[in-house]
């Protein structure tokens, strides 16, 4: 029988895992890796980078591909049978390494916050004793990078996906809306005259980019800066901020 920690490490920066995380990276025997494709290879690279950082012994590596997850048959059943999916990429990886009683996976941002992590891994059978390491949340380095709050006094704010930007509108009742998620740039949905954001993408690593301003006057190079850096890189994290203008 084996134990799973869920670590989360910020936005890709070595500097955003915590002295608990590492300690966590440091304990385990095992270390489960994503692959994505070739254009996302550098997203196990960095999560590389950060266990060579912050261990002197690297602990075994198990890498697994990530399955595709199919659109054809509803969002909510593709999303489900996906996580099926994924977790017997787990179990499988896991079977490779009999001997690991410590098993670990590096969770971009939070495992708490817009991540299937503890779905997932709540399908593992037989079920593993689960533990949490929080990290810094993709949330949270956006508004640090713009040195803003993300709330206004006395005033709620939601944080949701493109997708229901897109199908619903803007939120009743939010003062602000972060927006994660998001590949269709969902905030063309909506009249971008009455919005201000607060953009970035890598935030927290080298390559970050931040645009923030009225968005019908800033929208143009978000979209520019996120097609272009998409094509360098083969992959984009990227989070906003939106909030409504006062009339």
């Not at 966590?24 to 994505?36: E, F, G, H, N, V």
């Not at 956006?142 to 709620?156: E, F, R, Y």
């Not at 897109?166 to 909506?190: H, I, T, Y």
């Not at 005259?193 to 978000?222: N, P, R, S, T």
């Amino acid at each position: 029988m084996y134990d799973l920690t869920l670590i989360g490490i910020g936005t890709g920066n070595p500097d955003h895992v915590t002295f608990q995380g590492a300690q966590a990276i440091q304990d385990a025997d095992l270390i489960l890796i994503p692959r994505k494709g070739e254009n996302k290879a550098d997203l196990a690279g960095l999560r590389e980078e950060i266990i060579a950082a912050v261990t002197d012994t690297p602990p075994q590596i198990a890498y697994f591909d990530v399955p595709q997850r199919r659109a054809d048959d509803g969002y909510l059943r593709g999303v489900d049978e996906w996580h099926d999916a994924i977790a017997l990429r787990w179990h499988e990886a896991i079977l490779t390494h009999p001997g690991a009683r410590h098993v670990a996976l590096l969770i971009w941002g939070d495992p708490s916050l817009y991540d299937s992590s503890l779905r997932i891994a709540a399908r593992l059978e037989p079920q593993p004793m689960i533990r949490v390491i929080p990290g810094i949340t993709a949330l949270q380095a956006l508004t640090a990078a713009h040195a803003i709050p993300i709330n206004d006094l006395g005033a709620p704010y939601v944080v949701t996906s493109g997708r229901r930007i897109r199908d619903e509108g803007w939120p009743a009742n939010a003062s602000k809306v972060a927006v994660m998620l998001d590949g269709e740039c969902s905030f063309q949905s909506l009249d971008m005259a009455d919005y201000d954001i607060w953009w970035g993408a890598y935030v927290g690593m080298k390559q970050e980019i931040l645009i923030k301003g009225h968005l019908d006057e800033v929208a143009g190079d978000i979209l520019a800066n996120r097609a272009r850096c998409r094509a360098d890189h083969g992959w984009i994290m990227d989070i906003y901020l939106l909030k409504k203008r006062a009339i």
